[in-house]
Structure formats: structure tokens, C-alpha cells
């Protein structure tokens, strides 16, 4: 995709957002380059338009030291969970009424189980979205990777550390027997809520 269609596709006008939007495909598509800051929009925007790797590294030319990449990378990412969230109306609300829609007709002999699969590559926005989902709908978070993953959100030692027993036989069925326990406690929780006459708010603030 085009650099002009992806911002013509995310409905950006701002020119600051504009700015943030090649660097973030920039920081997605060339990571070792990111951090190099001779490297201005234009040229972002030349090599994002590259159909071919050998082209965007002719405009490119130079590389970071891997510090500084790191460093970058890491203020987008905490950029990104911290601003405000953008085309909330667009991106948001239709999610909702999709899942409640779903949730609404589920039904056994149709579906394996009840559940939802957002799917896509990193950083498009996936555990932004269900940051922004938990302001309209009870959401428990669980964030499951491997110990070698570097990726962002960054994995929880203290949580496998205080939850999981690593020298179990089977770490598979102690995850399975964790997830199911969280799952049964939201379940009870609600299963005692008179949502008929306790606020939304009040009940928000008893899940903290």
C-alpha cells in the first residue's frame, strides 16, 4: 500500500499526523533504520513507496546505532498506549456492536465456542483496542508469549513467576486450569451484579 492511500485510509489531515503515521509504517518496515534522525518525512515517505528492500536502501543510504533504535521504538510504543485514541466512532463502536451482535445469536450447534479472534500484525493496534474496549465492556487481559519475545507489550516475569509453577509436568494444563479460574471469576461476578439498578460506573469501580 501506497503511503497516500494508507493515510487517505485512516482518514488523516493533520500534518502532524501525518508525521506520525510514516514513522510508525517506517518503524514497522525498516526497525534497524528507525532511529536515525537524518532521515526526515520525505524520505520516509520515498522509501515506504518502494515496491522492492534494494530501493528503500538507496534512498536510505546510512543506519543507526542499534541503542538509538531501540530507544525510538520504545517511545512510539509508549507514545501509542498513552494518546488519546484516535477515530474512536470509526474503529470502536463498530467493534462493539459487532461482538454484542455475535455474543447475541451465539449459539452451540452454530459455534465451537463464544469468543472473538482479532487478528493482524504487530503494531496495528490490537492491545490498543482492547484498552479502549475495557471503558465499555469488562475485558480481562491476558498478554502470552514466550521467554525469548522482545516484542511490546513486553512480557510479565512477575506474573509466570506468581502464577504458573514452571517445574510443573505439564505447563500446558496448569495454563489451561489459570485461564479457566479467571474466567470462572469474572463469570461469578457479573452472575451476582443487579445490572437493573447498579450504574455502569459503580460497577466498573468494584472490578478495580
Keep these: 500500500m501506497r503511503f497516500a492511500a494508507l493515510v487517505l ?5 493533520s500534518d502532524q499526523l501525518i508525521a506520525k503515521a ?5 518503524l ?13 518525512h520525505n524520505k520516509r515517505v520515498k522509501a ?23 530507544l525510538v521504538q520504545r517511545e512510539y510504543v509508549v507514545q501509542g498506549y498513552s494518546k488519546t485514541y484516535l477515530n ?18 451465539w ?4 459455534y465451537l465456542a463464544p469468543y472473538a479472534s482479532p487478528i493482524g500484525p504487530s503494531m496495528t493496534g490490537k492491545t490498543r483496542l482492547l484498552m479502549e474496549l475495557s471503558n465499555h465492556i469488562c475485558v480481562v487481559y491476558i498478554f502470552i508469549c514466550p521467554k525469548t519475545s522482545s516484542g511490546h507489550p513486553p512480557r510479565l516475569e512477575y506474573a509466570s513467576c506468581i502464577l504458573l509453577d514452571t517445574e510443573t509436568e505439564s505447563l500446558e494444563k496448569t495454563c489451561k486450569l489459570l485461564l479457566l479460574a479467571i474466567l470462572q471469576a469474572v463469570d461469578e461476578f457479573f452472575s451476582t451484579q443487579r445490572t437493573d439498578k447498579v450504574p455502569k460506573e459503580e460497577r466498573m469501580q468494584k472490578m478495580d
Design 9 to 13: 485510509w485512516l482518514k488523516i489531515q
Design 88 to 105: 474512536h466512532d470509526d474503529i470502536v463502536i463498530p467493534t462493539l456492536k459487532t461482538l454484542q451482535e455475535y455474543a447475541k445469536n
Design 22 to 26: 510514516s514513522q510508525l509504517a517506517f
Design 28 to 40: 514497522f518496515h525498516h526497525p534497524k533504520l528507525s532511529g536515525n534522525t537524518e532521515i526526515d
Design 48 to 70: 515506504l513507496n518502494c515496491f522492492k528492500l534494494s530501493q528503500a536502501e538507496s534512498i536510505l543510504e546510512t543506519a543507526p546505532t542499534p541503542a538509538t533504535t531501540q
Design 107 to 110: 449459539a452451540p450447534a452454530n
